[in-house]
């Protein structure tokens, strides 16, 4: 495929996503746009010979697609900048790729000033070792080739699911922040094995693990409930530790947190 693509922001999530789109064979030629300079030119060597730095309005006037990985705040300005350079090009000619939390597409389009084809994503940091998760939504400009090109290109980035938009904030706050969630939970559970006399690294390895091995029983069989049974022995030890759990609210606790990022993605858009 002939496609070039260009990432305005080299941060951690658009250095990831840069990463899985080289990795994906897709891309021809990729332009990679940051003002830490330094940070381009060390994500143009991870992403190899097809990788350029380049300025922004160079990326925007080469881009079949163009990654908006910037922050929420600095949208308006970065688009603002572009938007002279992609209003003289062909209508069609290129697709917009967004990843801002709480910015929507109706939002991007106003502050583009004109009608393009944009792809609204919320991918997650595991994505940077190609294990992530990446909901996205799209306006009716976007063709059905031009989603499966997209959908090409980020196959290495791992799951990607198309999901109203409607429904982005409430999956950012469990895909998006959930890692976060899993990483504290880790880390208590490496924590309290320590305190039992566990090496803490081994702890810590042992916690890693275990997630990373319920995770993969939870997508194969998808029954949270039936695998919980299946680990507890009536009167052993599994059972007296979710015993535990459940008289420390954990359910509402865990709840509580994906319920007050999606509050938070709510009001981001006021």
């Known amino acids: 495929m002939n496609t070039t693509v260009s990432f305005i922001g ?3 999530m658009g250095s990831a996503l840069a990463r899985a789109v080289a990795a ?3 891309a021809e030629r990729l332009f990679l746009c940051d003002p830490d300079t330094e940070k381009a030119k060390t994500l143009a060597a991870a992403c190899g010979d097809l990788a350029t730095v380049a300025d922004g309005k160079s990326a925007a ?9 910037v922050k929420p705040q600095i949208m308006n300005e970065a688009l603002s900048e572009l938007a ?14 967004s990843m801002a939390a709480g910015v929507s597409i109706s939002g991007i389009e106003g502050m583009l000033g004109f ?14 070792l190609g294990a992530g998760v990446t909901v996205y939504a799209k306006n009716g400009a976007v063709t059905a080739e031009n989603e499966a090109t997209f959908a090409a290109m980020m196959q290495k980035s791992g799951m990607l699911d198309p999901l ?5 904030d409430a999956a950012c706050a469990l895909s998006g922040s959930g890692p976060a969630f899993v990483y504290l939970f880790a880390k208590s559970l490496a924590a309290a094995a320590t305190a039992c006399g566990l090496p803490p ?13 319920a995770a993969d029983m939870l997508l194969a ?12 022995s009536p009167g052993g030890t599994t059972l007296a530790g979710i015993g535990a759990l459940r008289d420390a609210n954990f359910e509402a606790v865990a709840g509580s947190a994906v319920t007050a990022a999606y509050r938070r993605a709510r009001e981001m858009k006021k």
């Open 115 to 128: 009608s393009a084809p944009i792809i609204r994503i919320m991918p997650n940091t595991p994505c940077s």
């Open 84 to 97: 002279p350079t992609l209003a003289a090009r062909e209508a069609g000619s290129f697709t917009l790729v």
């Open 24 to 26: 994906s064979g897709v």
């Open 221 to 232: 069989h998808g029954d949270p409930d039936a695998l919980i049974r299946a680990v507890c």
């Open 10 to 12: 080299c941060g951690n």
């Open 61 to 69: 006037a080469a881009a079949d697609f163009l990654f908006l990985a």
């Open 201 to 213: 690294e081994k702890a810590a390895t042992y916690a890693a693990g275990t997630l990373r091995g």
């Open 164 to 168: 109203d938009e409607s429904l982005i």
